[in-house]
């Protein structure tokens, strides 16, 4: 039987089990997929599991995604630009990383938003963190012309625009009303909407009509950003399809099967988020 995990530290809030649980049963593959909770300390004893062929691989959370990469035997260029790793594929003796997180986030809107990206010009996006790198490497991947990076701490937004180089303008919270006639899609990366919180004001009344607003926090599912998007008539993405989504290629790579992500996935999942 072929086994899988997710390791993280903590690990009981992982929906991971659930989603892969889910797609062994429906493509009736003879495999398993458990949470592990590992400390830092105790990655290097894992991984010499995954090399001796316990596991044909797994998925890494927080807060051990930046940890892993020193670990692999090799790790996809993405991943490295990223910075981090959550997907692991154990071959032969040796462990390969990457990151699906900017998949997940493309398949999202493609899922969601069908055809998001066609016309699409500029984009701001807010917060310059581990998860605004996900987002950018996605947004490239795509081809997107322009970018506004804004964030609290400007100078971040500095750093990582300079460090990524191409169409990426960074600026504070502050720029985004200036900005917002000429965006045509909105990503929050940011924690803010966890537990209540909200941006303190962003001029969302002066987005074109035609934009799209979505965030990467799923907890809760409909984010006060996204509802006060929705409020004014734009076209709203949660973040919980990016979830769904991110998963994908690490099941097709340790099963065979490459996984859809169905209404019935995305009910069952939801049904966990209020506990
Ligand atoms: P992650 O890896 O999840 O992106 P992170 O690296 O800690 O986490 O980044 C968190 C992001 O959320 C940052 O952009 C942070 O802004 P700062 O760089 O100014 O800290 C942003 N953020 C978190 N709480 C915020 C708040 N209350 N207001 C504005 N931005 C916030």
Redesign the pocket.
């Known amino acids: 039987m072929k086994r899988a995990f997710v390791v993280g530290h903590p690990i009981k809030h992982s929906r991971s089990p659930l989603i892969h649980g889910i797609w062994l049963k429906a493509y009736g593959i003879d495999g398993s997929y458990e949470a592990i909770d590992v400390e830092p300390t105790g990655l290097p004893a894992l991984f010499a599991r995954l090399r001796a062929g316990e596991f044909v691989g797994g998925n890494v959370t927080i807060p051990l995604k930046e940890e892993v990469l020193a670990l692999c035997d090799s790790i996809d260029p993405l991943a490295r630009t990223i910075g981090?790793g959550n997907t692991l594929v154990a071959n032969n003796g040796k462990v390969h990383g990457f990151n699906t997180d900017f998949v997940g986030f493309l398949g999202n809107l493609d899922q969601k938003a069908p055809g998001w990206s066609e016309a699409l010009d500029q984009v701001i996006v807010?917060?310059?963190?581990?998860?605004?790198?996900a987002v950018l490497v996605a947004l490239r991947h795509r081809g997107i012309g322009s970018i506004h990076l804004l964030?609290?701490?400007p100078g971040?937004?500095r750093a990582l625009a300079h460090e990524f180089g191409g169409p990426i303008r960074a600026g504070g919270?502050e720029t985004f009303g200036a900005l917002a006639p000429a965006a045509g899609l909105v990503v929050n990366?940011?924690?803010?909407g966890m537990h209540g919180?909200r941006?303190?004001e962003l001029a969302l009344d002066r987005l074109p009509k035609s934009a799209i607003v979505t965030d990467?926090v799923y907890v809760p599912l409909v984010t006060p950003l996204l509802a006060d998007a929705k409020a004014r008539g734009l076209c709203v993405v949660d973040g919980l399809g990016m979830l769904l989504h991110q998963a994908v290629p690490g099941f097709e790579a340790w099963f065979g099967v490459r996984p859809e992500v169905t209404d019935e996935l995305r009910s069952a999942v939801t049904a966990t988020l209020g506990q």
């Open positions: 981090a807010l917060g310059a963190g581990g998860a605004a790198r964030n609290r701490t971040r937004a919270l990366t940011t924690s803010i919180t941006f303190d990467i």
